[in-house]
Nanobody
Framework: QVQLVESGGGLVETGNSLRLSCAAS????????MGWFRQAPGKEREFVAG????????SYADSVEGRFYISRDNIQNTVHLQMNSLKPEDTAVYYC??????????WGQGTQVTVSA
């Protein structure tokens, strides 16, 4: 399975932007889709955005639609999450994940995003 490493998290003020990156290595040829999830303190992990590995199809959670944008670079084996107009409720640990068939089977270690009011 693919190994995933996230980067780009940090502390920003409300309304600002951040760009997360996820570097994939090993086993990328069998990836069906890539995605970003997040988990805030005391809450369950939730889906944020996803993109097909071999098609441009994307999907977003309603809470981030129009503010976040997911993209991928199949040559560099990277996936990015551009996060604009950030809100305090976007504060969470963000995880990159790879999907094989119907299962999100590979996960990164997570990167903290904190949005101050």
């Amino acid at each position: 399975q693919v190994q995933l490493v996230e980067s780009g998290g940090g502390l920003v003020e409300t309304g600002n932007s951040l760009r997360l990156s996820c570097a994939a290595s090993g086993g990328t040829s069998t990836i069906y889709a890539m995605g970003w999830f997040r988990q805030a303190p005391g809450k369950e992990r939730e889906f944020v955005a996803g993109i097909m590995w071999s098609r441009p199809d994307t999907s977003y959670a309603d809470s981030v639609e129009g503010r976040f944008y997911i993209s991928r670079d199949n040559i560099q084996n990277t996936v990015h999450l551009q996060m604009n107009s950030l809100k305090p409720e976007d504060t969470a640990v963000y995880y990159c994940a790879a999907k094989y068939g119907k299962i999100w089977a590979s996960w990164g270690q997570g990167t903290q995003v904190t949005v101050s009011a």
